[in-house]
């Protein structure tokens, strides 16, 4: 709704029966149904940024789709049939708008992608090679230049201590993540200019007070070293802005939960078993950094609510505003992403652009989620 009209939605379903579902739930919300185009597209799980399609144009607007593995983001084998699932969106996008594709041996999500237009790629060392483990930092480094064309790719440590595997085990000792990544880049550096990045930053009392931030806070900041240290495709400095991390939000999930039955089934590291009934305590995956860049239009996360203390409001505010100083002529919508942040991602990490382009769909068309007019 804060998209439209300008901006259409490319919206997967699972099947037909969905899809007919969508379309009422769409006409109950009262969202124009020319806002939104639905498409049968088969998928195990909810992260279209992650497995989906990432578009490559070149100097003539031509269009190809970059194909890399999937593993669930380490959860699973690649060979698992829900990654496999998961594997075959991009190919059944680039079949369907008979675009070629860029095949790259890589395991890897596009929530660890995160371009400045110009030939820089930033990504999180930690997340990289935890998805190909056999392969160097060079050759890692070498494909993502192959696949995508860029001259310079910097390689922060890190992500937040509460994107960290939930398979790891608890965080100080108490809560469980859920279903995270392990430190996607989208999670606390973002470009918003070719020029400009965000970071998330650990207030002094945050890192005092709590264990978690402590952590966080030691990893941002080895990664603003690395940021002031790195220079842009044409050897200039970047601009670095501060942004606050969210205030934890802890959730405690029992059986009803899928993200709860999942994890009482996982084998973690540290040894932690969830007895039967046992309720358990998790941090969701929140964060300011998960927020979406559309042409006229920047959704942003909001997580003040009713009986929420103070600290929450005023964060959301302080991000607004960074978001506003450097998106000043677009619209900025806060949406509360909780739903999502619970099972380990954000809006970012549900939403995929496309760049614009002319083409006829068929009878049965396969898509992704956003589509930006550029």
């Known amino acids: 709704n804060a998209l439209g009209p300008e901006i259409k939605v490319d919206l997967m379903v699972q099947d037909h029966a969905e899809l007919k579902k969508v379309e009422l739930w769409l006409r109950d919300i009262q969202i124009p149904l020319d806002y939104v185009r639905l498409h049968i597209v088969p998928h195990a799980d909810i992260w279209v940024r992650d497995m989906g399609p990432i578009f490559l144009r070149n100097k003539k607007s031509e269009l190809k789709i970059a194909d890399f593995g999937y593993d669930n983001t380490s959860y699973d084998e690649p060979t698992s049939e829900s990654a496999m699932t998961d594997e075959s969106v991009d190919r059944l996008i680039a079949r369907d708008m008979k675009l070629p594709i860029i095949r790259s041996s890589l395991i890897g999500e596009g929530g660890d992608r995160e371009f400045n237009g110009k030939g820089v790629l930033m990504v999180t060392k930690a997340v990289e090679k935890t998805r ?11 494909e993502f230049k192959r696949i995508f064309n860029v001259s310079k790719v910097i390689w922060l440590e890190q992500g937040i201590t509460d994107d960290d595997l939930t398979y790891k085990g608890k965080l100080d000792g108490k809560y469980f993540t859920v279903l995270t990544t392990g430190g996607h880049i989208d999670e606390y550096a973002r470009f918003v200019k070719p020029d400009t990045i965000l970071l998330a930053q650990v207030t002094t009392d ?9 952590e966080t806070s030691r990893r941002m900041e080895i990664n603003f070293e690395i940021l002031k240290n790195a220079t842009d495709q044409d050897g200039n400095k970047f601009k670095i802005i501060r942004v606050p991390i969210a205030a934890p939000i802890i959730v405690t999930m029992d059986g009803r939960d899928e993200v709860y039955r999942r994890l009482k089934a996982m084998k973690f590291e540290d040894g932690t078993i969830i007895k039967d009934d046992e309720p358990i305590k998790t941090i969701l995956a929140a964060s300011y950094l998960n927020f979406v860049i559309s042409n ?3 959704l942003i996360p909001k997580y003040w609510k009713e009986g929420r203390p103070e600290i929450y409001r005023q964060k959301d505010e302080d991000f607004k505003k960074v978001i506003q100083d450097v998106f000043p002529d677009r619209k900025i919508v806060q949406i509360n992403p909780e739903n999502v942040n619970a099972g380990g991602g954000g809006m970012h990490c549900i939403t995929q652009q496309m760049p614009k382009r002319s083409w006829n769909l068929g009878s049965r068309s396969f898509l992704w989620n956003w589509n930006f007019k550029q």
């Open 206 to 214: 945050e890192a005092k007070n709590d264990p978690i931030a402590r």
């Open 132 to 142: 190909s483990p056999g392969m160097t930092q060079e050759q890692i480094e070498a």
């Open 296 to 298: 006229k239009v920047v």
